[in-house]
């Protein structure tokens, strides 16, 4: 059982931890928002959308989804069009300077943009049927359960940890350039997934 369970904090982390558009969205929103409390839509949303996948890949759920094809055509569509937006939105942004007026996403924006590149994002959702769904057919019973919670441990640890390095980077960023970067990098990841995901659907 303890094996299983670092099985699944080092398997989670090697997923987790390469640069994405949802981890570079999280990290720009802790950076952005003027306090930790006000990126918790961000973190929650982002962390319980990796625990809904890490579910579904662990009980063969997922698997079973992606064999209809008319839905994953769905989602493709849905996630292209809405991760463009994103990109967008985010593009524009502008830092926050010291003496001007609040300008970040607000809670309701905050989670719906976190959900669109949590789910619609197909580098994760593959990631986590081939490799953490596979990986979890080797345990069964408490082994299992004991895979499954380390995996979610590690997401809903790795988001915390993530935004509050963004509080810290915006708080010592007083020019306003890294927060001008941070969302010209998030806007060109949203928008490689976007892409992606439309050669995807040309090529299916």
Not at 97 to 119: I, P, R, T
Not at 168 to 195: E, F, K, P, Q
Request: glycine share 8%; with cysteine.
């Amino acid at each position: 059982m303890i094996a299983a369970f670092f099985h699944g904090i080092i398997l989670a982390f090697g997923l987790i931890l390469p640069l994405g558009a949802q981890n570079v969205f999280v990290f720009n929103q802790g950076a952005r928002q003027p306090t930790l409390a006000r990126v918790l839509p961000v973190i929650i949303t982002a962390a319980l959308c990796d625990t809904l996948l890490i579910l579904l890949a662990v009980m063969g759920v997922s698997l079973v989804v992606l064999t209809f094809a008319w839905l994953k055509t769905a989602l493709y569509v849905i996630g292209f069009f809405f991760l463009a937006y994103m990109g967008w939105l985010t593009w524009k942004s502008k830092p926050l300077l010291d003496g001007q007026a609040q300008e970040s996403f607000s809670a309701k924006k905050q989670m719906m943009f976190a959900a669109s590149v949590s789910l619609f994002n197909p580098h994760a959702i593959l990631d986590t049927i081939g490799v953490i769904g596979t990986s979890s057919l080797g345990y069964a019973d408490a082994e299992k359960w004991s895979f499954l919670i380390a995996c979610i441990l590690v997401s809903w640890l790795w988001f915390f940890g993530l935004a509050i390095t963004g509080r810290i980077a915006g708080t010592l960023d007083r020019t306003g350039r890294l927060i001008h970067r941070l969302n010209r990098i998030s806007a060109l990841l949203i928008w490689g997934v976007a892409l992606y995901m439309a050669a995807s659907l040309v090529a299916s």
